[in-house]
């Protein structure tokens, strides 16, 4: 092969794809944020949040304070309180929920061992990554009420992973529900 040739081939991709991109939207990779937003693909993610079912994001909340993602969690970034109190779950158990639960997310790596591990399906990974503050302390320490976010919220964001996860639940939900009781047989 004659010596240079491939930087001539890279060259002539470089090219093609800065005069084609006055003529083809997707050969432009630049966008003008903020006026301009990529959407975002199906499996991007920066933190975490805790998913809720209903309209009731205290109610609803998924997490039961098991504590295991606390636990799990490579730079310790998770802080989580179990309530004193129970409260029935999506299945109608009356399980703990977090009193506290607080991630810092100025130590999160994104990681997403947390989700991982979660046996509730109860801790997902948020997309947002509009969170810069000027503060240099607690800023980013996200509480509960910042964290709690509903299951609609959830499909709009990762609609494929949700749908299965909806169905996981259900299927969980029909296996936990008693038999049906046989009908009396007939007299006569
Ligand atoms: S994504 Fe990783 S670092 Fe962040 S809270 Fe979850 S386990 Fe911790
Ligand atoms: S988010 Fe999941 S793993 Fe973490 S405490 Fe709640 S139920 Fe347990």
Redo the contacts with the bound molecule.
């Keep these: 092969m004659m010596i240079g040739a491939g930087i001539l081939k890279g060259m002539a991709v470089t090219g093609r794809n800065f005069i084609g991109s006055y003529f083809e939207k997707d050969r432009l990779t630049t966008v003008q944020y903020p006026e301009e937003r990529d959407v975002l693909p199906e499996n991007s993610r920066n933190?975490?949040f805790l998913v809720y079912d209903t309209n009731d994001p205290e109610a609803g909340l998924r997490c039961v304070a098991c504590k295991i993602?606390e636990k799990?969690?490579?730079?310790?970034?998770?802080y989580i309180e179990k309530s004193a109190d129970k409260k029935p779950d999506y299945m109608g158990k009356p399980q703990f929920y977090p009193a506290t639960f607080d991630?810092d997310?100025s130590?999160?790596?994104?990681?997403?061992?947390?989700?991982e591990v979660c046996p509730f399906e109860a801790?997902k990974?948020d997309k947002v990554y509009e969170l810069s503050r000027r503060e240099r302390f607690d800023a980013l320490l996200m509480r509960r009420t910042d964290l709690a976010k509903s299951n609609s919220y959830y499909h709009s964001i990762h609609p494929l992973e949700a749908e299965q996860v909806d169905a996981t639940l259900a299927a969980a939900a029909a296996k936990k529900k008693p038999a049906p009781t046989p009908a009396p047989p007939a007299s006569g």
């Design positions: 933190f975490p993602c799990e969690c490579p730079p310790q970034c998770i991630i997310i130590v999160c790596m994104s990681c997403q061992i947390c989700v801790i990974m």
